[in-house]
Protein backbone atom coordinates (compact mmCIF):
# COMPACT_ATOMS: atom_id res chain seq x y z
CA UNK A 1 0.00 0.00 0.00
CA UNK A 2 2.61 2.46 1.05
CA UNK A 3 4.65 1.40 -2.37
CA UNK A 4 1.37 2.81 -4.33
CA UNK A 5 1.23 5.61 -2.18
CA UNK A 6 4.65 7.05 -3.46
CA UNK A 7 4.58 5.23 -7.03
CA UNK A 8 3.74 7.71 -9.98
CA UNK A 9 1.62 6.33 -12.50
CA UNK A 10 1.55 7.01 -15.77
CA UNK A 11 -1.48 9.07 -17.10
CA UNK A 12 -2.97 7.55 -20.05
CA UNK A 13 -3.68 10.92 -22.86
CA UNK A 14 -7.36 10.87 -23.67
CA UNK A 15 -8.24 10.62 -27.02
CA UNK A 16 -8.99 14.32 -28.60
CA UNK A 17 -10.53 15.02 -31.79
CA UNK A 18 -9.24 16.70 -34.55
CA UNK A 19 -9.36 20.91 -33.22
CA UNK A 20 -11.62 22.70 -35.66
CA UNK A 21 -11.45 26.56 -35.75
CA UNK A 22 -15.35 26.78 -34.25
CA UNK A 23 -17.03 29.16 -32.33
CA UNK A 24 -15.51 27.06 -29.39
CA UNK A 25 -12.12 27.64 -30.06
CA UNK A 26 -12.37 31.17 -30.98
CA UNK A 27 -14.10 31.34 -26.88
CA UNK A 28 -11.12 29.89 -25.87
CA UNK A 29 -8.84 32.35 -27.82
CA UNK A 30 -11.09 35.91 -26.62
CA UNK A 31 -10.73 34.18 -22.91
CA UNK A 32 -6.45 33.51 -22.84
CA UNK A 33 -5.75 36.50 -25.20
CA UNK A 34 -8.13 39.20 -24.23
CA UNK A 35 -5.45 41.87 -23.21
CA UNK A 36 -6.54 45.75 -22.60
CA UNK A 37 -4.04 47.37 -24.64
CA UNK A 38 -4.06 45.42 -27.82
CA UNK A 39 0.18 46.09 -28.96
CA UNK A 40 0.93 44.42 -25.28
CA UNK A 41 1.76 40.69 -26.79
CA UNK A 42 3.48 42.50 -29.17
CA UNK A 43 5.94 44.65 -26.89
CA UNK A 44 6.06 41.38 -24.68
CA UNK A 45 7.21 39.63 -27.77
CA UNK A 46 9.70 41.79 -29.30
CA UNK A 47 11.14 42.32 -25.64
CA UNK A 48 11.71 38.49 -25.35
CA UNK A 49 13.06 38.02 -29.21
CA UNK A 50 9.82 36.22 -30.16
CA UNK A 51 7.20 36.16 -32.69
CA UNK A 52 3.72 36.89 -31.34
CA UNK A 53 2.30 33.68 -31.80
CA UNK A 54 5.22 32.30 -29.52
CA UNK A 55 4.24 34.84 -26.57
CA UNK A 56 0.40 34.53 -27.21
CA UNK A 57 1.13 30.64 -26.81
CA UNK A 58 3.25 31.01 -23.55
CA UNK A 59 0.25 33.70 -22.25
CA UNK A 60 -1.99 30.94 -22.67
CA UNK A 61 0.10 28.39 -20.82
CA UNK A 62 0.55 30.67 -17.95
CA UNK A 63 -3.27 32.06 -17.92
CA UNK A 64 -4.49 28.25 -18.34
CA UNK A 65 -2.29 27.33 -14.96
CA UNK A 66 -4.33 30.16 -13.16
CA UNK A 67 -7.62 28.63 -14.73
CA UNK A 68 -6.75 24.38 -13.00
CA UNK A 69 -6.43 26.41 -9.49
CA UNK A 70 -10.11 27.06 -10.30
CA UNK A 71 -10.81 23.41 -10.74
CA UNK A 72 -11.94 20.76 -8.10
CA UNK A 73 -12.29 17.30 -9.58
CA UNK A 74 -14.93 15.32 -8.15
CA UNK A 75 -14.19 11.75 -7.36
CA UNK A 76 -17.02 10.09 -5.99
CA UNK A 77 -17.12 6.87 -7.91
CA UNK A 78 -16.87 3.79 -5.53
CA UNK A 79 -16.07 1.10 -7.61
CA UNK A 80 -13.30 2.06 -8.54
CA UNK A 81 -9.75 0.06 -7.44
CA UNK A 82 -7.15 1.70 -5.40
CA UNK A 83 -4.48 2.27 -8.45
CA UNK A 84 -7.18 3.06 -10.46
CA UNK A 85 -8.10 6.09 -7.84
CA UNK A 86 -4.20 6.82 -6.75
CA UNK A 87 -4.26 7.19 -11.07
CA UNK A 88 -6.88 9.87 -10.86
CA UNK A 89 -5.21 11.85 -8.14
CA UNK A 90 -1.83 11.75 -10.59
CA UNK A 91 -4.21 13.66 -13.09
CA UNK A 92 -5.20 16.41 -10.13
CA UNK A 93 -1.32 16.80 -9.80
CA UNK A 94 -0.02 16.68 -12.99
CA UNK A 95 -2.46 19.75 -14.06
CA UNK A 96 -2.12 21.35 -10.55
CA UNK A 97 -5.55 21.39 -9.97
CA UNK A 98 -7.10 23.24 -6.81
CA UNK A 99 -8.26 20.07 -5.00
CA UNK A 100 -10.06 16.97 -5.38
CA UNK A 101 -13.59 16.32 -3.77
CA UNK A 102 -13.84 12.74 -2.48
CA UNK A 103 -16.30 10.42 -0.38
CA UNK A 104 -16.04 10.92 3.51
CA UNK A 105 -14.25 7.06 2.84
CA UNK A 106 -11.75 8.08 0.38
CA UNK A 107 -10.44 11.11 2.45
CA UNK A 108 -8.10 9.32 4.72
CA UNK A 109 -6.17 7.53 1.42
CA UNK A 110 -6.31 10.77 -0.62
CA UNK A 111 -4.89 12.71 1.71
CA UNK A 112 -1.79 10.20 2.26
CA UNK A 113 -1.38 10.53 -1.47
CA UNK A 114 -1.45 13.98 -2.24
CA UNK A 115 0.07 15.48 0.93
CA UNK A 116 2.92 18.30 -0.09
CA UNK A 117 1.74 18.08 -3.09
CA UNK A 118 -0.39 21.26 -3.33
CA UNK A 119 -3.69 19.78 -4.28
CA UNK A 120 -6.66 19.84 -1.88
CA UNK A 121 -8.67 17.44 -0.32
CA UNK A 122 -12.20 18.32 0.31
CA UNK A 123 -14.78 15.46 1.05
CA UNK A 124 -18.66 16.08 0.17
CA UNK A 125 -21.06 14.73 2.85
CA UNK A 126 -24.28 13.06 2.59
CA UNK A 127 -24.02 13.40 -1.37
CA UNK A 128 -26.26 13.16 -3.53
CA UNK A 129 -29.48 13.91 -1.74
CA UNK A 130 -28.61 15.24 1.95
CA UNK A 131 -31.17 13.00 3.88
CA UNK A 132 -29.20 11.01 5.77
CA UNK A 133 -29.81 11.96 9.58
CA UNK A 134 -28.26 14.87 11.25
CA UNK A 135 -26.70 12.08 13.42
CA UNK A 136 -24.59 10.22 10.55
CA UNK A 137 -23.97 13.50 8.93
CA UNK A 138 -22.37 14.40 11.94
CA UNK A 139 -20.16 11.25 12.03
CA UNK A 140 -18.95 11.83 8.54
CA UNK A 141 -17.92 14.98 9.40
CA UNK A 142 -16.06 13.96 12.36
CA UNK A 143 -13.93 10.94 10.73
CA UNK A 144 -13.14 13.45 7.49
CA UNK A 145 -11.62 16.12 9.43
CA UNK A 146 -9.66 13.06 11.77
CA UNK A 147 -8.37 11.88 8.39
CA UNK A 148 -7.12 15.39 7.08
CA UNK A 149 -10.00 16.93 5.13
CA UNK A 150 -8.62 20.20 4.27
CA UNK A 151 -12.13 21.80 3.33
CA UNK A 152 -16.14 20.09 3.62
CA UNK A 153 -19.30 20.22 1.65
CA UNK A 154 -22.44 19.73 3.29
CA UNK A 155 -25.20 18.75 1.16
CA UNK A 156 -28.60 20.59 1.96
CA UNK A 157 -32.04 18.59 3.02
CA UNK A 158 -34.12 19.91 0.12
CA UNK A 159 -37.04 18.33 2.39
CA UNK A 160 -36.19 20.53 5.37
CA UNK A 161 -36.44 23.93 2.56
CA UNK A 162 -39.50 22.50 0.87
CA UNK A 163 -41.14 22.22 4.41
CA UNK A 164 -40.35 25.96 4.94
CA UNK A 165 -38.11 24.26 8.22
CA UNK A 166 -35.38 27.12 7.84
CA UNK A 167 -34.44 27.35 11.97
CA UNK A 168 -33.85 23.84 11.93
CA UNK A 169 -31.79 23.54 9.03
CA UNK A 170 -29.77 26.47 9.95
CA UNK A 171 -28.96 24.85 13.28
CA UNK A 172 -28.07 21.39 11.45
CA UNK A 173 -25.56 23.58 9.18
CA UNK A 174 -24.37 25.03 12.47
CA UNK A 175 -23.87 22.31 14.19
CA UNK A 176 -21.87 20.20 11.29
CA UNK A 177 -19.87 23.48 10.86
CA UNK A 178 -18.75 23.22 14.90
CA UNK A 179 -17.73 19.76 14.24
CA UNK A 180 -15.87 20.56 11.10
CA UNK A 181 -13.78 23.28 13.24
CA UNK A 182 -10.92 25.10 10.72
CA UNK A 183 -12.05 23.13 7.87
CA UNK A 184 -13.44 25.46 4.92
CA UNK A 185 -17.16 24.88 4.63
CA UNK A 186 -18.93 24.82 1.52
CA UNK A 187 -22.64 23.90 0.61
CA UNK A 188 -24.58 22.05 -1.86
CA UNK A 189 -27.70 23.09 -3.30
CA UNK A 190 -29.74 20.59 -5.48
CA UNK A 191 -31.27 23.33 -7.68
CA UNK A 192 -33.50 20.05 -9.21
CA UNK A 193 -35.65 20.15 -6.00
CA UNK A 194 -35.19 23.67 -5.00
CA UNK A 195 -35.92 26.92 -6.57
CA UNK A 196 -33.84 30.06 -5.94
CA UNK A 197 -37.00 31.83 -3.86
CA UNK A 198 -37.15 28.56 -1.19
CA UNK A 199 -33.60 28.50 -0.86
CA UNK A 200 -32.92 32.63 -0.45
CA UNK A 201 -34.12 32.60 3.11
CA UNK A 202 -31.82 29.49 4.34
CA UNK A 203 -28.71 31.04 2.26
CA UNK A 204 -28.84 34.35 3.01
CA UNK A 205 -28.88 33.21 7.28
CA UNK A 206 -26.01 31.19 6.80
CA UNK A 207 -23.85 33.13 4.47
CA UNK A 208 -24.05 36.46 6.36
CA UNK A 209 -22.79 35.05 9.69
CA UNK A 210 -19.19 34.05 7.35
CA UNK A 211 -19.38 30.77 7.53
CA UNK A 212 -19.61 29.18 4.03
CA UNK A 213 -16.29 29.48 1.88
CA UNK A 214 -18.72 28.40 -0.85
CA UNK A 215 -21.96 28.00 -2.40
CA UNK A 216 -22.53 25.24 -5.09
CA UNK A 217 -25.66 24.98 -7.30
CA UNK A 218 -26.26 21.43 -9.23
CA UNK A 219 -29.25 19.89 -10.44
CA UNK A 220 -29.09 15.98 -9.12
CA UNK A 221 -29.70 12.82 -11.60
CA UNK A 222 -29.01 15.85 -14.62
CA UNK A 223 -25.56 16.70 -14.34
CA UNK A 224 -25.83 19.51 -16.54
CA UNK A 225 -24.40 22.31 -15.10
CA UNK A 226 -26.88 25.48 -13.66
CA UNK A 227 -26.01 28.29 -15.04
CA UNK A 228 -28.32 30.06 -13.80
CA UNK A 229 -28.24 29.50 -10.48
CA UNK A 230 -24.82 29.91 -10.28
CA UNK A 231 -25.81 33.89 -11.61
CA UNK A 232 -28.47 34.23 -9.01
CA UNK A 233 -26.37 32.95 -5.83
CA UNK A 234 -23.42 35.13 -7.22
CA UNK A 235 -25.82 38.17 -7.32
CA UNK A 236 -27.45 36.88 -3.68
CA UNK A 237 -24.10 36.30 -1.71
CA UNK A 238 -22.53 39.70 -2.47
CA UNK A 239 -19.03 39.04 -1.77
CA UNK A 240 -19.81 36.96 1.32
CA UNK A 241 -18.59 33.68 0.03
CA UNK A 242 -17.62 32.68 -3.37
CA UNK A 243 -19.86 30.56 -5.75
CA UNK A 244 -19.02 27.44 -7.79
CA UNK A 245 -20.27 25.94 -10.91
CA UNK A 246 -21.07 22.43 -10.34
CA UNK A 247 -22.05 19.51 -13.13
CA UNK A 248 -20.83 17.68 -15.73
CA UNK A 249 -18.75 19.87 -18.54
CA UNK A 250 -18.67 19.03 -22.50
CA UNK A 251 -16.25 21.77 -23.26
CA UNK A 252 -14.02 24.35 -21.97
CA UNK A 253 -16.21 26.76 -22.99
CA UNK A 254 -18.58 25.73 -20.47
CA UNK A 255 -15.97 26.41 -18.24
CA UNK A 256 -15.74 30.12 -19.23
CA UNK A 257 -19.81 30.72 -19.79
CA UNK A 258 -19.33 29.74 -15.99
CA UNK A 259 -16.61 32.58 -14.76
CA UNK A 260 -18.59 34.71 -16.66
CA UNK A 261 -21.60 34.69 -14.90
CA UNK A 262 -19.49 35.08 -11.48
CA UNK A 263 -18.75 31.47 -10.56
CA UNK A 264 -15.38 31.74 -8.93
CA UNK A 265 -14.35 27.93 -9.19
CA UNK A 266 -15.71 24.73 -10.60
CA UNK A 267 -16.67 21.36 -9.48
CA UNK A 268 -17.27 18.73 -12.09
CA UNK A 269 -16.00 15.06 -12.47
CA UNK A 270 -14.81 16.02 -16.12
CA UNK A 271 -11.57 18.22 -15.16
CA UNK A 272 -9.06 16.38 -16.48
CA UNK A 273 -10.72 16.35 -20.04
CA UNK A 274 -10.95 20.12 -19.88
CA UNK A 275 -7.24 20.48 -19.02
CA UNK A 276 -6.20 18.14 -21.72
CA UNK A 277 -8.80 20.01 -24.08
CA UNK A 278 -7.72 23.46 -23.26
CA UNK A 279 -4.03 22.00 -23.28
CA UNK A 280 -4.29 21.11 -26.95
CA UNK A 281 -6.61 24.34 -28.06
CA UNK A 282 -3.51 26.69 -26.26
CA UNK A 283 -1.51 25.49 -29.22
CA UNK A 284 -3.43 26.96 -31.58
CA UNK A 285 -3.01 30.55 -30.15
CA UNK A 286 -0.67 31.48 -32.47
CA UNK A 287 -2.19 30.61 -35.92
Same mark, same amino acid.
Given at each position: ????????????????????????????????????????????????????? $??? +???? &????? #??????? @? !?? =???????????????????????????????????????????????????????????????????????????????????????????????? $??? +???? &????? #??????? @? !?? =??????????????????????????????????????????????????????????????????????????????????????????????
Amino acid at each position: MEEVNNEVIEIEELPIDELEENESCKAIKEYFLKEENPSCMKELADLFGQSEG $EMS +KEFG &VFKAK #KLYKKLN @F !LI =VDNTLFYEEFIKRLNVAVKYGFKGVTVLPNSVKKAKQFLVGKGVEVRTIIDYPLGEELLKSRLQSVKTAVKNGADSIVITLPTSLIKNAEYKRAVK $EFN +KLSK &VARKC #KISLLID @F !LK =VNFNEVKPFIESVTAKGKVYSVIPYNSFLSVMNFVAVKDLCELSMHSCIVEGAGKIESATEIITALNNGASEILSPDCPFIAQELDGKINTLNT
